[in-house]
Structures are given as C-alpha cells and as structure tokens.
C-alpha cells in the first residue's frame, strides 16, 4: 500500500500527494496553476492573516456610512469625554462626539539611454529629503485637503516604485527569454507587456502592500500636525492630536484612534512580508 504522504514526484517535479491535495482543496473550475498559487497562499504562515485584517478594514470602511451608531461631527456636550459603554462603546471625546463612529469613518527601466537617467536623478532628488518634511512643504505649498494630503503622499512614495521598478525590469530585460523574444521579431509593445510586466509585478506587488502602511502613518502624521484632514472631518491622526489633550481624562480618545493605525498597518505589513515569501522563486 502506498504511503499517502508519498513525496516521489513525477516528471513535472511535483509528488503525487501534493497533486492530490491541492486538488483536494481548492474550487472546482480553478486552472492547475490556480489551484498551485492558491494553495501556496492559504499555506502561507502570514500573508492570510493580513489578509483578513486589510479586507475587514476595508469592509468597514464600504459600510461606515450605515453601521456608524452616531453622526460623526453631532456634538453633545453633556457626555463629554464620558468613557466605554454608556452607549458609547468607544467613548466620547471633549466635544461629545462618539470615537467609534470617527474611528470608524475612515476618510477615504525598459529602453534605457537618457529617459531612465532623467527619470532615475529626479527620483534621486526626491528621495534626498525626508519623507514626512516633503510632504509637509508639498502641503504648505498646496494647502490642506484630502485630494493635496494624497497627492503629496503620492509624490513621496513615488521614488521608492520606481527604483523598485527598475531594478526588476534591468534584471529582466537581460535574461534570456527577453533575448529569444526580439530574435522572434517581437516589437518592444508586445516584449513589455507579455514579457516584461508579468516579472515585474512581483516586487511592485510587494513594495505596495508594504508602502500601503507608510502611506497610513504618513497621513497620521500629517494630520496629527494639523496640515492633512482638517476637523470635523474625523481622521485617525487628528483624533489623536485632539486626544492627547485629555490622556489622563479620558485616554479613550487616543487609544482607540492609535489601536487602528496599528491594526491596518500591522495588517499591510504582514500581507507584505506574506507575499514577499509567496513570490520568492527560491521558496517553491
């Protein structure tokens, strides 16, 4: 009788038990390969477990408008800064205004030559100042709003992309399937996007989901400061500005704002440090 957890493999390089159960578990009407990635991430140690925190945040935020028990800018100064429970789970902050309903309201290389040295020394130059102080002086310059708070994130997080970016199409761009495809006649178009995209996504798909949680303390930042979201809007990092105040009143309206800050990034930083193994040819 066969063991079965028999671990020969055939000629494709794969054990007949790992066939079987990936078959095993995955939907019907998945290709092979789909049936191969998508056991290898659910497998994943950490990837599904960022996941999950990243898509019931994202679940919320789709539903704020409908389970936030509170209009988030009603002011009630009789329960001021009153703490968790009393119909307020979250608490109130100094104004009356329920932190959970504001806690909860989240406010939305290739050819080379002279391009890539104008493009790669304009990265440089943005990547010479810090991060938070550039966004600040984009801030100062634009003024105070959502569209010029992602704007500037936008621009300081750019540079980060496009070494990423890079550095991947340069590796690619000298392998030797690249080679066989312009001696077939390919045009650089169809070299690019059948060839050249797919294996660079890997390090994009990374350098996202990781960058995704700088972005979220940037924005923080920037409100904490005063120079992102601007009140009554609520925003996790002006809740905690305005609730630093009353830390020892009622720590209730930092703690929680800062609690999801920790939780969405820490759900980004473990997606990212998930498919960064997922992807990793060496790790197969």
């Known amino acids: 009788m066969s063991d079965p957890k028999d671990t020969r493999k055939d000629a494709s390089g794969e054990s007949s038990w790992y066939r079987t159960r990936v078959a095993a578990t995955t939907p019907l009407g998945v290709t092979a390969a789909g049936r191969w990635w998508l056991w290898r991430f659910v497998h994943n140690r950490v990837a599904p477990i960022g996941l999950v925190i990243i898509a019931a945040n994202l679940g919320v935020a789709l539903l704020a408008p409908v389970i936030v028990p509170h209009d988030v800018r009603a002011m009630h100064p009789v329960d001021a800064l009153r703490p968790p ?12 205004r329920d932190v959970l309903s504001r806690v909860l309201m989240l406010t939305a290389g290739f050819y080379g030559g002279w391009w ?27 003024g105070t709003s959502v569209g010029n708070l992602v704007l500037a ?5 750019t540079p980060q992309f496009a070494r990423v970016a890079r550095a991947a199409a340069l590796t690619v761009r000298g392998l030797e399937f690249m080679e066989a495809a312009r001696a077939l006649g390919l045009g650089n178009a169809r ?21 995704l ?13 005063g120079l992102g979201t601007q009140p009554p809007t609520p925003s996790w990092g002006n809740m905690l500005s305005e609730g630093r105040q009353f830390l020892e009143l009622a720590p209730w309206n930092a703690v929680f704002p800062g609690l999801a800050i920790m ?12 498919l960064r193994d997922f992807l990793d040819p060496r790790l197969r």
Do not use: C, K, W
Not at 153 to 157: L, Q, S
């Open 85 to 96: 429970g009393h119909g307020y789970l979250f608490g109130t902050d100094e104004f009356g």
């Open 116 to 142: 890539d040295a104008l493009a790669m020394r304009t990265m440089d130059i943005i990547f010479a100042f810090p991060a938070i102080l550039l966004a600040i002086a984009i801030m100062a310059v634009l």
């Open 153 to 157: 994130i936008g621009i300081v997080y």
């Open 191 to 211: 070299i690019i996007a059948r060839h050249l995209i797919p294996n660079v996504l890997a390090p994009i798909t990374v350098q996202v989901s990781l960058s």
């Open 213 to 225: 949680s700088l972005a979220i303390l940037s924005e923080s930042a920037l409100s904490f400061l």
């Open 263 to 274: 939780l969405v990034v820490l759900g980004f930083n473990l997606l990212g440090d998930g």
